[in-house]
């Protein structure tokens, strides 16, 4: 019995010792903890207070404000402007609490667009293209963090293009009308006047078919744009703000933690050692900047929402530089439609000339006729082909106007697009239209109050037209590539065939965005088309095409048929050849509901990772036509221009169409749409 006493006690002893040491060890950890959050809590400790990004701007949580555009074309966008607020910029304040009297704080404000963003984390590291999204501080990007002065804080910004102050936009002077007469007068002087310079130009206009004083011109006008891209004016429409919302960031460090932000970050327009822009939103969110002593930061609730709105009122700029020839019929120039240097800093729109695909020749029955407004029926258009020889055809093109302003003028603060209508016994043409607007946006909602022409007659025979609200490249030159490619590349947009595949490019500029409304098959495969045959159908198609020029960077890239569902609808993509330089969906919708109305909306959603097109009789009544994301194509990044047309296709364009465009008489009344106004949001 003695024994075993003596080893219970023995081992209750031993027990105790053991909850004693592992009590110990529990306090010392918890000690070590609590010093540890202790250390972080005064090291990461908030000091910002009351922080309000724009105390000039009232009290609601979301602000919503319009872009002046007034000066955009030479100035590019500023939000404000000077007639917005009192002094042309946001005010923002802030508290600080009450320093340590020794200790001194610094700020400085970042501005991002959040509605069109690339996220700044993937996959727990910083986005390959957070880096893109727009984002801004001080005008002057050198100036770095700003000294708070006791302990309330106040100061003005604004958000301006090119924020970044990035040389790659950086140009020529642009307060002068670029393609005045008098520069283009004096390039031509001193070509004429130059002999070695002359005599290239008649080599010149002789090669490309031309006069020599249709040439002079041509080559004034180039040498006036490329003059116009050197210099040292920052040209801050290059790269303009994006619509949307924006959200405001405050960061405050103290004297000992500015040294350890990199320059990079003070100057926003610096890159790190890889050469490479880092979005402070990253860095101050997920980076080295999250985790920095003596730095606090906070983002304000309150956003910025902002929206364009492109105005017909504003008149139409008439530019020299997309003319063919130097002498043009003036007799319908006016206020509003002209190429005068007012119109040329505010007018928001000037007219298009279409690209006329010359390897396209129309043949077309020599027939004049309103197939909208008088009897035509789908006997008198087969009949009509059959009737008449290859020798009686009218063999040509599709026209531009010749005549400024005389087929897209502004009257009453609409614009008017007219496809002439012809007399029998003239010249017979079949005549395009469009305007384009002049102030380029990356991403945003665009929509089109638009009242195009109706496409078919009662017994649904297509008159020919194509109504089209389409996005294009801004411009052509380094400055506006798209996203250089990561695998083989882009086919540059005049290359064809499959030899094309040996010509693409890391990086080009080339980007385009359509809804294209025409009279085609619903079906991409012909023997379905034949089997269904949808001529005595009242629908048109609604196409959406994504120029991507078969970059083969997405996941998913096709070629052929594949589909895409969205918001509980499926999409059949097309994409002709993997080398085929663009991707498409159609839509049947009614000719009916489109025409009828007085107006209606037409948009193009263009996000970082998706396109989505839509149509309605009001904006918030929009049906879904279309989707595509960046799992199989390539979507823009570039700043692109709206473009509405309507223009004479070719019926090759839209396999399979039931009517062909050779077969559809001229117009004999003028077809007339209207433009209300294009908002961008």
Same mark, same amino acid.
């Given at each position: 019995?003695?024994?075993?006493?003596?080893?219970?006690?023995?081992?209750?002893?031993?027990?105790?010792?053991?909850?004693?040491?592992?009590?110990?060890?529990?306090?010392?950890?918890?000690?070590?903890? @609590?010093?540890?959050?202790?250390?972080?809590?005064?090291?990461?400790?908030?000091?910002? =207070?009351?922080?309000?990004?724009?105390?000039?701007?009232?009290?609601?949580?979301?602000?919503?404000?319009?872009?002046?555009?007034?000066?955009?074309?030479?100035?590019?966008?500023?939000?404000?402007?000077?007639?917005?607020?009192?002094?042309?910029?946001?005010? /923002?304040?802030?508290?600080? +609490?009450?320093?340590?009297?020794?200790? =001194?704080?610094?700020?400085?404000?970042?501005?991002?667009?959040?509605?069109? %963003?690339?996220?700044?984390?993937?996959?727990?590291?910083? #986005?390959?293209?957070?880096?893109? !999204?727009?984002?801004?501080?001080?005008?002057?990007?050198?100036?770095?963090?700003?000294?708070?002065?006791?302990?309330?804080?106040?100061?003005?910004?604004?958000?301006?293009?090119?924020?970044?102050?990035?040389?790659?936009?950086?140009?020529?002077?642009?307060?002068?009308?670029?393609?005045?007469?008098?520069?283009?007068?004096?390039?031509?002087?001193?070509?004429?006047?130059?002999?070695?310079?002359?005599?290239?130009?008649?080599?010149?206009? +002789?090669?490309?078919?031309?006069?020599?004083?249709?040439?002079?011109?041509?080559?004034?006008?180039?040498?006036?744009?490329?003059?116009?891209?050197?210099?040292?004016?920052?040209?801050?429409?290059?790269?303009?703000?994006?619509?949307?919302?924006? +959200?405001?960031?405050?960061?405050?460090?103290?004297?000992?933690?500015?040294?350890?932000?990199?320059?990079?970050? %003070?100057?926003?327009?610096?890159?790190?050692?890889?050469?490479?822009?880092?979005?402070?939103?990253?860095?101050?969110?997920?980076?080295?900047?999250?985790?920095?002593?003596?730095?606090?930061?906070?983002?304000? +609730?309150?956003?910025?929402?902002?929206?364009?709105?492109?105005?017909?009122?504003?008149?139409?700029?008439?530019?020299?530089?997309?003319?063919?020839?130097? #002498?043009?019929?003036?007799?319908?120039?006016?206020?509003?439609?002209?190429?005068?240097?007012?119109?040329?800093?505010?007018? #928001?729109?000037?007219?298009?000339?279409?690209?006329?695909?010359?390897?396209?020749?129309?043949?077309?029955?020599?027939?004049?006729?309103?197939?909208? !407004?008088?009897?035509?029926?789908?006997?008198? /258009?087969?009949?009509?082909?059959?009737?008449?020889?290859?020798?009686?055809?009218?063999?040509?093109?599709?026209?531009?106007? *010749?005549?400024?302003?005389?087929?897209?003028?502004? *009257?009453?603060?609409?614009?008017?697009?007219?496809?002439?209508?012809?007399?029998?016994?003239?010249?017979?043409?079949?005549?395009?239209?469009?305007?384009?607007?002049?102030?380029?946006?990356?991403?945003?909602?665009?929509?089109? %109050?638009?009242?195009?022409?109706?496409?078919?007659?009662?017994? !649904?025979?297509?008159?020919?037209?194509?109504?089209?609200?389409?996005?294009?490249?801004?411009?052509?030159?380094?400055?506006? !590539?798209?996203?250089?490619?990561?695998?083989?590349?882009?086919?540059? =947009?005049?290359?064809?065939?499959?030899?094309?595949?040996?010509? $693409?490019?890391?990086?080009?500029?080339?980007?385009?965005?359509?809804?294209?409304?025409?009279?085609?098959?619903?079906?991409?495969?012909?023997?379905?088309?034949?089997?269904?045959?949808?001529?005595?159908?009242?629908?048109?198609?609604?196409?959406?095409?994504?120029?991507?020029?078969?970059?083969?960077?997405?996941?998913? /890239?096709?070629?052929?048929?594949?589909?895409?569902?969205?918001?509980?609808?499926?999409?059949?993509?097309?994409?002709?050849?993997?080398?085929? $330089?663009?991707?498409?969906?159609?839509? &049947?919708?009614?000719?009916?509901?489109?025409?009828? &109305?007085?107006? /209606?909306?037409?948009?193009?959603?263009?996000?970082?990772?998706?396109?989505?097109?839509?149509?309605?009789?009001?904006?918030?009544?929009?049906?879904?036509?279309?989707?595509?994301?960046?799992?199989?194509?390539?979507?823009?990044?570039?700043?692109?221009?709206?473009?509405?047309?309507?223009?004479?296709?070719?019926?090759?364009?839209? &396999?399979?169409?039931?009517? @062909?465009?050779?077969?559809?008489?001229?117009?004999?009344?003028?077809? %007339?749409?209207?433009?209300?106004?294009?908002?961008?949001?």
């Amino acid at each position: 019995m003695v024994l075993q006493i003596t080893f219970e006690s023995d081992y209750m002893n031993k027990q105790k010792i053991y909850r004693m040491k592992r009590q110990f060890r529990f306090l010392l950890f918890m000690s070590i903890i @609590s010093s540890f959050l202790l250390s972080c809590s005064d090291s990461t400790k908030n000091v910002i =207070k009351n922080f309000d990004p724009l105390t000039n701007m009232g009290m609601n949580d979301t602000v919503v404000l319009s872009m002046d555009l007034d000066n955009a074309i030479v100035n590019g966008i500023m939000i404000p402007s000077a007639q917005q607020t009192d002094n042309g910029y946001f005010t /923002f304040s802030f508290e600080v +609490e009450k320093p340590e009297s020794s200790k =001194k704080y610094y700020y400085k404000i970042y501005y991002q667009n959040s509605s069109y %963003k690339f996220p700044e984390l993937k996959n727990g590291s910083i #986005h390959p293209y957070c880096h893109e !999204n727009f984002y801004g501080s001080w005008e002057d990007v050198s100036s770095g963090f700003k000294k708070v002065n006791g302990t309330n804080g106040s100061d003005n910004f604004r958000i301006v293009g090119n924020p970044r102050d990035e040389r790659l936009y950086y140009g020529g002077d642009m307060s002068k009308q670029v393609f005045s007469q008098e520069r283009i007068n004096s390039y031509i002087n001193s070509m004429r006047t130059t002999p070695e310079w002359f005599k290239s130009i008649q080599a010149k206009a +002789e090669k490309e078919n031309r006069n020599v004083e249709q040439q002079l011109f041509l080559d004034a006008l180039w040498m006036i744009k490329d003059e116009s891209r050197k210099g040292d004016f920052n040209h801050r429409w290059k790269r303009n703000p994006r619509v949307g919302n924006y +959200e405001f960031m405050l960061v405050v460090a103290d004297e000992a933690a500015i040294s350890d932000i990199p320059d990079y970050i %003070k100057n926003i327009g610096n890159v790190n050692d890889q050469g490479s822009f880092i979005n402070p939103f990253y860095y101050f969110r997920y980076g080295e900047g999250s985790k920095l002593a003596g730095v606090s930061i906070v983002t304000s +609730e309150r956003v910025l929402k902002v929206s364009a709105t492109i105005e017909p009122a504003k008149g139409i700029y008439i530019n020299p530089g997309q003319q063919r020839d130097e #002498h043009i019929d003036t007799q319908y120039l006016s206020d509003e439609c002209n190429s005068t240097e007012q119109l040329y800093e505010h007018a #928001h729109f000037e007219q298009f000339s279409h690209a006329i695909n010359r390897g396209y020749t129309m043949r077309n029955v020599p027939l004049v006729r309103d197939v909208i !407004n008088e009897p035509y029926t789908q006997d008198d /258009f087969f009949s009509t082909m059959e009737k008449y020889d290859s020798t009686e055809l009218v063999v040509g093109h599709a026209f531009n106007s *010749q005549t400024p302003c005389e087929t897209a003028y502004v *009257q009453d603060s609409v614009i008017t697009l007219i496809n002439p209508g012809n007399v029998e016994g003239e010249e017979l043409r079949k005549q395009n239209v469009g305007v384009k607007t002049r102030i380029g946006f990356t991403y945003g909602k665009f929509r089109g %109050k638009i009242k195009f022409p109706r496409q078919l007659n009662e017994d !649904n025979v297509w008159n020919g037209i194509t109504n089209a609200f389409w996005l294009i490249y801004q411009d052509e030159a380094e400055w506006n !590539n798209r996203r250089p490619a990561e695998r083989d590349g882009y086919i540059p =947009k005049g290359e064809d065939g499959e030899e094309s595949l040996t010509k $693409k490019q890391k990086n080009y500029f080339y980007s385009e965005i359509d809804i294209e409304i025409v009279k085609t098959s619903p079906t991409w495969d012909n023997e379905e088309f034949l089997k269904n045959d949808d001529r005595e159908s009242d629908n048109v198609m609604f196409c959406c095409t994504n120029w991507d020029l078969a970059n083969q960077d997405p996941p998913r /890239f096709f070629k052929g048929v594949d589909d895409i569902s969205y918001k509980n609808k499926t999409f059949e993509l097309h994409r002709w050849t993997d080398y085929y $330089k663009a991707i498409t969906s159609k839509y &049947p919708i009614k000719n009916d509901k489109l025409y009828d &109305p007085e107006f /209606f909306y037409y948009e193009i959603e263009w996000k970082p990772t998706e396109i989505i097109w839509r149509a309605g009789p009001s904006p918030d009544n929009m049906e879904l036509c279309g989707y595509m994301n960046d799992k199989y194509t390539s979507i823009p990044n570039n700043q692109m221009l709206g473009i509405i047309t309507q223009e004479f296709h070719y019926a090759e364009w839209w &396999p399979f169409q039931p009517f @062909s465009q050779n077969g559809v008489p001229f117009p004999k009344n003028d077809i %007339k749409g209207k433009v209300y106004e294009i908002v961008v949001e």
